[in-house]
């Protein structure tokens, strides 16, 4: 790599143009930052420039080899690309350009392993690279979003200043974004994030089936008790935008009637399903959540099964007697659906050599990003309290909370199986906590299962770690096969 000693006066660089890339532009150039631009189409950076730079500190260039030399030393460019082929091209046509101890960033939706291997080839050629995810949509990015940065960690201290100031702040004007870890934890953050981002959503969306189905309720009816949760321990960002997108109307009526029923999905949900089953952790809830919109892009389908698929007679309830009872079983729910992605995090920085600091992300998805709620204060208490805490369903505060709720929450699952009304992540939330709170589970019946068909062996009941194998037809063999932990 050759030495670009040029020196420009812009504070960093960004690279694409779309809504998220604009949005951050102008949120930096608002802080005081001087950003240098660029697009690989030419006219959406003159039409931005044009259009929404007015008296900004923003500059429109027309190659990344125009970008590079207009930046101050060490320079800082920010991919705002789309994820995947897109990142690795832009980073081949940077490295040339840039000297030993610039910085890389990539703030696009990336897969973490992805980050990983871009981390360990930029610091083969000298450079440093921050992969951060970047949550809160157009609105974030214009007015402070959550940022989870990770990589080199010899960037952020270069890095910190943009990031923290332009950032989402606590009420007590904590940023919301810190340092995650090494190589591609922030992106891995970042996908867990998404993937209780889809186990939010995906409950609130059965609450709001049980209301309308069940109870028959209407939808001004249904944005008055989202309205009023939300200003109690439901107050959350996608609570709060429920309550509107039921009221709200145009020309033709209610927009939520008129909206098809097949929910769409970029990928980050299954990301983090995936790396669950990779990492053997029980992420029901969230996998339900995926498997949800799943089933829910099966329109067709669907419909000609409902006209061959019997289901219970109808049964409408009282509506005064089940407010009270979601409300409870949304807010149980929840909780087990950020121990399990807690329970993710931690199984994943034991893997992959990473040290997360829980309350701390907690702290970062506060203010600024999707999943922003009230309720992440008493995680990041949690944490306080107990660094180390195994799971966040031990925590006194969690505990004696579920305690209280799970009546309700039974109650509910209950009446949903009953009428026939799918509840996949309420009832998958219920499923994991009652086989985390079991002494024994049959697994037992499905090791033995394992060890008749394929000799895999079984441990005895009394902890010893030697591995059995029993001859349950009287004709098989003295041979087992090996046995693992998947």
């Known amino acids: 790599m050759e030495s670009n000693s040029s020196q420009g006066e812009h504070d960093i660089g960004v690279i694409g143009l779309a809504v998220m890339g604009q949005n951050l532009i102008l949120n930096m150039a608002d802080h005081g930052f001087k950003v240098a631009c660029w697009n690989r189409t030419q006219s959406t950076t003159e039409i931005f420039v044009e259009r929404r730079v007015e008296q900004r500190s923003i500059t429109g260039v027309e190659s990344v080899e125009q970008l590079v030399a207009s930046l101050s030393s060490p320079r800082k460019v920010m991919l705002m690309v789309q994820a995947g082929k897109a990142v690795d091209a832009v980073i081949d046509s940077l490295v040339p350009l840039l000297d030993k101890g610039d910085v890389i960033i990539d703030g696009g939706n990336s897969h973490f392993p992805d980050s990983n291997r871009r981390a360990e080839r930029l610091a083969a050629e000298g450079l440093l690279f921050v992969g951060t995810g970047v949550s809160g949509g157009e609105e974030g990015a214009r007015n402070g979003p959550s940022m989870m940065p990770g990589g080199h960690h010899e960037a952020w201290p270069l890095v910190r200043d943009i990031f923290q100031s332009i950032a989402a702040k606590t009420s007590d004007g904590t940023p919301c974004c810190d340092w995650v870890g090494d190589a591609g934890a922030g992106h891995f953050v970042k996908m867990v994030h998404n993937g209780i981002e889809y186990g939010d959503m995906q409950l609130i969306a059965e609450v709001y089936d049980f209301m309308q189905t069940l109870l028959g309720m209407d939808n001004d009816s249904m944005a008055d008790v989202f309205s009023h949760w939300d200003k109690g321990e439901l107050d959350s960002y996608l609570i709060e935008i429920t309550a509107e997108i039921l009221a709200f109307r145009d020309k033709d009526g209610a927009v939520i009637d008129r909206i098809l029923d097949k929910a769409g999905q970029k990928g980050t949900g299954k990301w983090t399903g995936i790396n669950a089953l990779e990492l053997g952790v029980p992420l029901t809830l969230i996998g339900e959540a995926v498997f949800a919109r799943a089933l829910s892009s099966m329109k067709d389908e669907r419909v000609a099964a409902s006209q061959i698929l019997a289901g219970p007679s109808e049964e409408r309830l009282t509506a005064d007697n089940w407010i009270s009872a979601l409300g409870e079983a949304l807010f149980a729910a929840k909780i087990v659906s950020y121990a399990q992605g807690y329970m993710l995090m931690r199984e994943a920085a034991n ?39 195994a799971n966040l369903l031990l925590d006194d505060w969690f505990r004696d909370r579920v305690a ?47 060890d008749y068909f394929g000799a895999h062996t079984w441990q005895h009941i009394d902890g010893s770690d030697t591995w059995h194998h029993t001859d349950w037809t009287g004709s098989g063999g003295g041979v087992s096969s090996s046995s693992y932990e998947a």
């Open 351 to 389: 893997e992959y050599g990473w040290s997360l600091n829980y309350g701390g992300i907690a702290q970062m998805w506060r203010g600024g990003c999707i999943i922003r709620s009230a309720f992440l204060d008493d995680i990041k208490a949690a944490f306080d309290r107990n660094p180390e805490l």
């Open 404 to 450: 209280s709720a799970q009546d309700s929450w039974r109650r509910v699952v209950a009446a949903g199986v009953v009428q026939g009304l799918p509840m996949p992540a309420t009832s998958a939330a219920l499923a994991f906590y009652d086989g985390y709170r079991s002494t024994r589970l049959p697994a037992n019946m499905i090791q033995a299962h394992r």
